[in-house]
Each structure stands twice: as C-alpha cells, then as structure tokens.
C-alpha cells in the first residue's frame, strides 16, 4: 500500500543536540511538506518542497532545516538553535496542484530534554 | 492573509447525536476547503474537501459545505458514534494557483462521544 512514513515514533535528545526526523513517501507525490504540532496551536508549516533538489521556508522554519536529493525523501533536522524543539512532528505530501489533499505520516514525538 | 477560525473544544455529545463544528475562513480568490480528523497518537487523515463554492464534500456521514457567502465550511454528522471521538481540523488551501498546497489549518476541535 502508498503511504508515508516517518521514523522513529517517539524521539528522545538532549538539549544541545541536533536530530534528524525522517519521512519517506511512496505515493510518487512531487510536493513534500512538514508541520509542527502544538497543543492548543494547530499544524504550523515548517518546509515544504516542491521538487527535488528545492525546497522554501513556511511561517516557522527558523532552528530547522531540510534537504529533498530524493523524490521519496524530506528528512528534517531540528537543530540545537531551535528554541522550543519539542512538539509533535507531521510530514505531509500531496500531488502538487493547489486542491490536492495533503496525505500526512503517522508523525514523530520529539522530546528535548 | 488567509486564516480559518474554528469553534474551540471540547465537544461532548452522547452517542446518536447531532454534530456540527463550526469553521469560518478568511480568503482571497477561491480556496480549496478541506476536514481533517486526528485519532490519538495518529497523523491526519483527509475526512472530506469541497473546491468550489456551494460544493457539497461528503464522507462516512459526515457532510460540509462551501458557503462563499457566509464564508463557512461547518462540519455536520446526523448521529455520532463513540469511534467518531478525535480532533477535526478545518484547513484551507493557502497557495492556490501554486504548485504546491500549503494548507492553513484551525486550531483544531476535539470531539468526545460517549456511549
């Protein structure tokens, strides 16, 4: 079945410490796309990329970053200059037309501790 | 910019009752309308879309429709089941006309069915 997943679950880091969230789509998707989820704060755009190889900043990008070398692939890394790391991670994709829906990972649990 | 307001949570109903959560959006141009249902621990799942006004979207019973006039998109169930209980996010497209669909989303309504 076509799908995306993201690794691991549940994330645990030190405070200080980069960590890089995978997701990996099989769905041949070419818009690629990752949210943050807070309580309370709904899903906030971090990235988002439209093909390979080029990506742009949503409304919250600063202290992450992203690479897309593959189709299949947008992993994230959140770095030790984010402030508030951990949250609920959603990695999302979609056939790139502006009323495609967006098809969403089962999302990773980052704890910064 | 484009925003979507939609009522705040929790929602407890008994089972076999009425829903609607309302949702209102703020948006230039004609964009795509979208509910998103989140079971725990889960990501999101597409529940139904409507892309033009007085478009009807439709989904496991539950209904929404694009009222450009009042700028709503009110999501409706006739008789809830304890299974429906998640977090409903509305969302709008927010870049239509681009290559991409950045979605803006609410901040989400939790919905508690009890038996």
């Known amino acids: 079945d076509g799908g995306i997943t993201q690794s691991p679950k549940y994330l645990f880091r030190k405070e200080g410490q980069n960590v890089t969230l995978s997701c990996e789509q099989n769905l041949n998707h070419d818009a690629m796309y990752w949210y943050r989820q807070d309580p309370g704060q709904g899903l906030r755009l971090i990235y988002y990329?439209?093909?390979?190889?080029?990506?742009q900043k949503g409304d919250i990008a600063e202290g992450y970053s992203v690479s897309r070398e593959k189709k299949e692939s947008f992993p994230l890394t959140v770095t030790s200059a984010q402030k508030n790391p951990t949250a609920f991670y959603l990695c999302?994709?979609?056939?790139?037309?502006?009323?495609?829906?967006?098809?969403f990972g089962n999302g990773t649990r980052l704890t910064v501790t | 910019g484009n925003s979507v307001t939609q009522m705040e949570g929790p929602v407890t109903l008994s089972e076999e009752a009425f829903l609607t959560i309302n949702c209102t959006y703020t948006?230039?141009?004609?964009?795509?309308l979208f509910w998103y249902v989140q079971y725990p621990g889960e990501g999101l799942q597409l529940l139904l879309k409507a892309t033009k006004a007085d478009d009807k979207g439709s989904n496991k019973g539950f209904e929404a429709t694009y009222r450009k006039e009042t700028t709503s998109f009110h999501l409706e169930k006739g008789s809830v089941q304890v299974s429906d209980s998640a977090v409903y996010f509305c969302?709008?497209?927010?870049?239509?006309?681009?290559?991409?669909?950045?979605?803006?989303f609410g901040t989400g309504t939790l919905l508690a069915v009890q038996p």
């Open positions: 999302a994709s979609s056939m790139g037309q502006n009323w495609s829906p967006l098809h």
């Open positions: 990329s439209q093909i390979v190889n080029d990506f």
């Open positions: 969302a709008l497209s927010g870049d239509y006309g681009g290559a991409t669909n950045k979605l803006i």
């Open positions: 948006a230039t141009g004609y964009p795509s």
